[in-house]
């Protein structure tokens, strides 16, 4: 695909696009939904009924991604290459909590819901790294309130992140391409209508066929790892 026909692209990404890297996705058969409910580990009602059960749940993710052979595949390299040869403007929003994009190389990177290898305090929503040791009681590093921190995660019910930037680039498109997303999440699954209504060319790449495939100009269906290689060529 001639991608320096155009001048500014937003690529959105999913689960899908790490699940080749070995990390699961949430809706797919083995999915992280199957095993726990979202409304226990994913909403702030669920981490205040029972911090102990979100904080594992995200620690095991975290053991997982760190002692585990987690590393980003092709279609992250892909799209870090991307972003260095591009001429025009480039942004990468993620709904992934992992780090493969920057690991890969990726700059121009937003976190829309959170990254897993962060805390955040409720109170200042300041951001720090998290620490292995860290529990719920934990002294919170700004305002030394103890059990203060949260993991750094937005739930559902919370605002994502960066909205301001995603949106002012997303009326500015004239490309936007979604890879690995099921579109079932808002708003990130409102994010193609948006680019739509200012006449971006859109995209999408999925193994399968996600909720919002029919608002887009072109599929491109199979493993990222090998399409997105091949239409950022
Ligand atoms: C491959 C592949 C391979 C596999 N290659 N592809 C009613 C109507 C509309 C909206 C709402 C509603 N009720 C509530 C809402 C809002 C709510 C929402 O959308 N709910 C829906 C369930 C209906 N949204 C929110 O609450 C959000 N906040 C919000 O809306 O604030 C108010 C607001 C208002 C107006 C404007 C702006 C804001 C917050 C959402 C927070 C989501 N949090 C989670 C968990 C935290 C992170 C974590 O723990 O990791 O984020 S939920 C989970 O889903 C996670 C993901 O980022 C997110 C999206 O999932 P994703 O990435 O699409 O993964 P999957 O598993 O669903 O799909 C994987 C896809 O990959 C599949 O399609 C596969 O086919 C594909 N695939 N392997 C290519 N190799």
Redesign the pocket.
């Known amino acids: 695909m001639p991608l320096n026909q155009y001048k500014k692209i937003v690529v959105l990404?999913?689960?899908?696009?790490s699940?080749?890297s070995g990390i699961r996705?949430?809706?797919?058969k083995d999915?992280?939904?199957e095993k726990y409910k979202?409304e226990d580990?994913?909403t702030l009602d669920g981490y205040k009924r029972d911090p102990a059960l979100v904080l594992d749940?995200?620690n095991k993710?975290r053991q997982d991604f760190c002692t585990g052979d987690v590393k980003p595949n092709a279609?992250h390299y892909a799209l870090a290459e991307l972003e260095k040869n591009f001429d025009g403007e480039f942004l990468l929003v993620t709904?992934?909590?992992d780090n493969l994009h920057e690991q890969a190389g990726s700059k121009n990177v937003i976190h829309?819901?959170?990254e897993?290898l962060k805390a955040r305090c409720p109170q200042t929503n300041q951001v720090i790294n998290w620490v292995d040791d860290m529990t719920e009681n934990d002294l919170c590093h700004c305002c030394q309130y103890p059990e203060n921190l949260r993991p750094h995660?937005?739930?559902?019910?919370?605002?994502?992140l960066g909205?301001d930037i995603i949106y002012h680039n997303l009326s500015q498109a004239d490309l936007f391409i979604a890879?690995?997303?099921?579109?079932?999440?808002?708003?990130?699954?409102?994010f193609v209508e948006e680019a739509k209504s200012v006449g971006a060319y859109s995209v999408e790449?999925?193994?399968?066929?996600?909720e919002i495939h029919s608002h887009f100009d072109k599929i491109e269906q199979?493993?990222?790892?090998q399409?997105v290689p091949h239409i950022v060529d």
Do not use: C
């Open positions: 990404t999913g689960a899908g696009v699940a080749e996705t949430f809706r797919d999915g992280l939904w979202l580990v994913a749940f995200y993710r279609a709904q992934n909590i829309m819901h959170g897993l995660i937005v739930w559902f019910g919370e605002m994502p909205l890879i690995g997303t099921s579109g079932t999440v808002y708003p990130a699954a409102g790449v999925n193994l399968e066929t996600s199979g493993k990222a790892t399409v």
